[in-house]
């Protein structure tokens, strides 16, 4: 009796190595799935950020653009008309 409860725990035992080792192989492949979620969302942050920079740069140059523009036409009148 004694030795067929110890057959019987060892090929839980072995069930149950067999299946923690194809669980380990689902795990690692989560983890790399992960990975590259998490390297994906720093660059799309970083070119999030590039680009807001960009339209900041450029919502200047508008507005330099505009504030030379109004300079000119000012002038332009004062000495024209």
Do not use: P, W, Y
Request: charged share 20%; with cysteine.
């Amino acid at each position: 009796a004694v030795e067929s409860n110890i057959v019987e725990l060892g090929t839980i035992f072995n069930k149950l190595a067999v299946m923690v080792n194809e669980h380990s192989e689902m795990v690692t492949r989560v983890e790399d799935n992960v990975n590259d979620a998490s390297d994906n969302i720093t660059l799309s942050m970083n070119t999030l950020t590039d680009t807001l920079d960009n339209l900041r740069s450029n919502r200047q140059l508008f507005f330099r653009l505009m504030a030379v523009l109004v300079v000119f036409f000012i002038v332009f009148i004062t000495c024209f008309a």
